[in-house]
T-cell receptor, first 113, second 114 residues
Framework: NAGVTQTPKFQVLKTGQSMTLQCAQDMNHEYMSWYRQDPGMGLRLIHYSVGAGITDQGEVPNGYNVSRSTTEDFPLRLLSAAPSQTSVYFC????????????FGPGTRLTVT | QKEVEQDPGPLSVPEGAIVSLNCTYSNSAFQYFMWYRQYSRKGPELLMYTYSSGNKEDGRFTAQVDKSSKYISLFIRDSQPSDSATYLCAMLLLGGGSNYKLTFGKGTLLTVNP
């Protein structure tokens, strides 16, 4: 099993550009989440999904969209990038309940100039 | 008062030392307690998972939960340079259905010196 994979590993965007961060898992987990990690702020939940077709907002959802058309994939879209979205983004999946025993991907380092 | 507080360190110890990492929390409704280890430029990985007060041991790692004091600890015995990482505590409250609250501490940076 590859576990949770994320692409790209690194990305530089200009303010106002849009992009999609990809996340996939091959463990047949129902629950998937997106976090951002900033120095001194810890991990903060952006959006999460409890199954295909079902998503909900987390703590910091503004400026981000998600969709879940399949169990395996959970892409995160930045609609109009801002310097405040410079961060490391992690995707995670879990089997039993959202937030429970999560498996994290390797992260995407995003810089917005 | 912050919901979860974790001393950011950094903590530097010699190889073989016993390490104690701690978190306090204010929400007595938290039900599950986790420790994640995060190596530099990697994603967090689950290290320990507990749901009741008391100790849980896994090899050199012991997780301790004291719900009455709202305090959790992670002990590392015979610490190794490979234990050098950031350790994140996390606390989970399940509200029924898809409702949940998961709060991470900000992490403690540990360095074990050979």
């Amino acid at each position: 099993n590859a576990g949770v994979t994320q692409t790209p590993k690194f990305q530089v965007l200009k303010t106002g550009q849009s992009m999609t961060l990809q996340c996939a898992q091959d463990m047949n987990h129902e629950y998937m989440s997106w976090y951002r990690q900033d120095p001194g702020m810890g991990l903060r939940l952006i959006h999460y999904s409890v199954g295909a077709g079902i998503t909900d907002q987390g703590e910091v959802p503004n400026g981000y969209n998600v969709s879940r058309s399949t169990t395996e994939d959970f892409p995160l879209r930045l609609l109009s990038a801002a310097p405040s979205q410079t961060s490391v983004y992690f995707c995670a999946s879990s089997k039993r309940t959202p937030g429970d025993e999560q498996y994290f991907g390797p992260g995407t380092r995003l810089t917005v100039t | 008062q912050k919901e979860v507080e974790q001393d950011p360190g950094p903590l530097s110890v010699p190889e073989g030392a016993i390490v104690s990492l701690n978190c306090t929390y204010s929400n007595s409704a938290f039900q599950y307690f986790m420790w994640y280890r995060q190596y530099s430029r990697k994603g967090p990985e689950l290290l320990m998972y507990t749901y009741s007060s008391g100790n849980k041991e896994d090899g050199r790692f012991t997780a301790q939960v004291d719900k009455s004091s709202k305090y959790i600890s992670l002990f590392i015995r015979d610490s190794q340079p490979s234990d050098s990482a950031t350790y994140l505590c996390a606390m989970l409250l399940l509200g029924g259905g898809s409702n949940y609250k998961l709060t991470f501490g900000k992490g403690t940076l540990l360095t074990v010196n050979p």
